[in-house]
């Protein structure tokens, strides 16, 4: 039978980027477009995606010891203005209520942009003892930044994330940490992603509002652009001031806890499909993928194929997410419509392959066909989508090591950020005005000062005063 | 050593039923109150609650294919005004953001009441053919309703709740969804919650705004005030006709579909307390209790005790929620805590227990004693489990049906009313008038024309005209 349905061309990525990826979100029905300006809807497959991400990370949030809480979605204007720093950051991109039904409110508040005063204003209720430390707590939600201009994914009015918030008795225990989460951030988006992060700490112009530091992690997409994936603050004794929280400690005296926050957010997705994406459509992790694996019969009227695709689908849903389409489209169709959503592996059984006891294998990430015996399906398949995620863990890797550039003065940082995408490393001083000419003069922002320092030269690629510091540069989402 | 902590005390529920509820829901900490008038903190202990209701149900909606989808929390106002009597229902108590940053909108939105207007501007963009339906969303998020009075998980205005969204080709497929959810929440607060529910249909005046038909599960708490735990609605093709949504069907004519939405939210948590809850505290099912068994060491400073406890404690958790309780306070301190904290099985070993290979289970639900042999631990702790589970539905049952009045004239309900806390059970005859009367002068509402229907007399208990249905009415939260 005849179907209406065509196979979905998007723009290549090398004509457009951007339409590339638009293309992308729409065609693999990641999310719609929504009357809402600026928000987005997430759609069935997007919203897998998510909650595949949210059910790994919830695992590692609880198995460091983390509880999830849910705090009020709203923040009245005196609490968001308890710390000068973070008010200063975050007012002039809330979205503010200021009625309730027909009454106008005493007091507007703002639709919360992050947590951390709800929060705090929390923590001073419960802490009283040095026993009650420390608290360690998440929640999943969404929050919202009035932006200008946005982007499925990567910048909306309304995004979903994660927020950790935690309080601790000493500094050392909350710088501790928050460099425990930036390290499950990494763990997570490295392992099941497949996506290679650098780890490091921002500079002082990039942290987070009201923190003493901000750690980050960060990832190059396929256009040569970075992208901050996943951060987490330490926040000193600030907002524990600013709130009056104190705690007797163990010799009965007052003392003031410190705090850290960490977050990612459904950007995440944004990254999947800036690293991994082609211009066949999407292609996913396995790990995160809402199908893993999808079954595609050949000849399918010939007597025997349906049953035998069927069989297979019954033993591979039993150790993957693994999908059967015995609809009427064609197998072309069939084939491009899954490529296109990504999923890592495509098992094709025709009449032929029946007769062999094989089935054909096709791997996403590579196009890679590989015949494999029905009697080992089970292992061969979960063999092949190992391979695929560590495919696309070295391609993305490959990919940033060549868009990784050195420079050593002025002149080659803005020739190489005008030709060359990618990452930059370059010394620095630690001057902000250097930053801000760097910004300046080759539209470059500071991603990270990382943990794995190099010394490229001894002097500031700017000023040419003595390096403190090795430091990625690069254009950023 | 010494402890500081002392044993809550609560008010007891026969001298102030409302503060009792207060004081569980505080010294159980499912909640903390917030800096925001109406919205609610929820602790770790609530949420963890909250999460084991939302996985639950998240795998039947799933099993019945659902999809989960996640739409924008702001409506803006025209978007809202599209169905007239769903407007008319729910703008006098949204929240209404009016400026974005410094700037005023060009139209105020306001947060989430409910999502029908989003979910039926996103259907009318994806749907086209008879192929594109049905489409069974659901969505899991927060919802904001400007409440004059709120009280903990019964009423505030910010509450987490589920709504699915569906939406069929026919009247017919679309009716018996409404019908297949409002079965899915009844299994679920009956088997998982332990809560006997009444499932029927509510009557013109209390239906959805917007709604052809509302349906509903009614469960009565201790002091004998209804609560509905559920609703299911059926919408017919009115929101599809206010929004213009149409389909290309089988015969290629344009058709208008059919939709559905139902809801259950955090008041499940409110159900829980009062009705299992007693003068002890919190009482948990099971099913959703955070901690299904503690384990208490007697004399832990006896040799053996504390590594006896442990062992017991490694087995357990393998197969139930278990945690094991070595902190310094005293077993009589922890006894009361976890009674409070309504953790539905305590096991309890000492010294003499090791000696005879056993130890005591003591039942949360009704506080009976059980010496059980070590050798078959995992298999008794279970069978216990499942009992409190029985033990809580049976009672509820008893406690409901000692509740459950019948009268046949308005004398007798007005006494009834007055007098016997509880649903009462009589005749109407379908007129909206009678239903306001019975308001006025009896202080009920109806709570629902049950499915399970009887004949108690001929004659409507206001008018005493012809009777058409038998009713449930009461008080309600």
């Not at 723009?11 to 693999?28: C, I, N, P, Q, R």
């Not at 703002?110 to 947590?115: A, Q």
């Not at 419960?126 to 998440?138: A, E, G, Q, T």
């Amino acid at each position: 039978m005849a179907n209406d349905k065509k196979v979905k061309a998007i723009t290549s990525m090398e004509e457009d980027f951007a339409k590339w990826y638009t293309d992308v979100v729409l065609k693999a029905e990641l999310v719609d477009y929504s009357s809402v300006k600026g928000c987005l809807i997430i759609r069935p497959y997007g919203y897998a995606i998510w909650e595949n991400i949210q059910k790994i990370m919830d695992g590692m949030f609880k198995e460091t010891g983390h509880e999830n809480v849910y705090m009020p979605m709203f923040i009245p204007e005196s609490l968001l203005q308890k710390e000068k720093d973070h008010v200063e950051g975050f007012a002039p991109e809330v979205a503010w209520v200021t009625h309730g039904g027909n009454e106008k409110l005493e007091e507007r508040m703002c639709v919360r942009p992050t947590s951390e005063t709800l929060f705090c204003d929390h923590y001073k209720n419960i802490i009283h003892s040095y026993r009650d430390l420390p608290k360690l707590y998440n929640q999943w939600c969404s929050v919202v930044r009035w932006e200008k201009t946005t982007r499925p994914f990567l910048r909306s009015r309304e995004f979903l994330w994660q927020e950790g918030h935690t309080i601790h008795a000493t500094a050392q225990e909350a710088e501790a940490e928050t460099i425990k989460m930036l390290n499950v951030y990494a763990e997570f988006v490295e392992k099941y992603l497949a996506i290679p992060v650098i780890k490091g700490v921002k500079t002082e112009k990039e942290r987070f509002a009201g923190a003493v530091n901000t750690y980050t992690i960060e990832a190059l997409m396929h256009d040569g652009k970075a992208l901050q994936s996943g951060t987490s603050h330490f926040f000193g004794d600030g907002f524990a001031k600013a709130f009056g929280i104190q705690f007797t400690d163990k010799d009965n005296k007052l003392a003031t806890p410190f705090q850290t926050s960490w977050g990612v957010s459904t950007r995440l997705i944004g990254a999947i499909i800036m690293t991994h994406g082609d211009d066949n459509g999407l292609v996913l992790p396995p790990a995160i993928a809402p199908i893993q694996t999808v079954i595609v019969p050949i000849a399918s009227h010939k007597e025997g194929v349906t049953e035998k695709a069927t069989e297979l689908y019954e033993r591979l849903k039993k150790v993957c997410r693994a999908k059967i389409d015995l609809s009427d489209n064609t197998p072309g169709w069939k084939f491009a419509e899954y490529e296109m959503k990504g999923v890592p592996l495509r098992l094709e059984i025709g009449p032929r392959d029946i007769e062999n006891n094989v089935c054909v294998a096709v791997r996403r990430d590579n196009g890679e066909k590989i015949t494999i015996s029905l009697d080992n399906l089970e292992q061969e398949v979960a063999k092949l989508l190992d391979s695929v995620t560590q495919g696309l863990y070295n391609k993305a890797l490959a990919s940033r090591d060549s868009m990784t550039n050195v420079v050593t003065d002025l002149d080659q940082m803005i020739e190489t950020a005008d030709t060359k995408p990618g990452f930059i490393k370059a010394m620095w001083c630690g001057d902000r005005a250097c930053e801000e000419t760097l910004k300046e003069k080759a539209g470059v922002s500071s991603r990270c000062m990382p943990f794995e320092q190099e010394t490229l030269t001894d002097k500031c690629v700017c000023c040419g005063k003595p390096a403190k510091k090795m430091v990625y540069w690069g254009k950023a989402y």
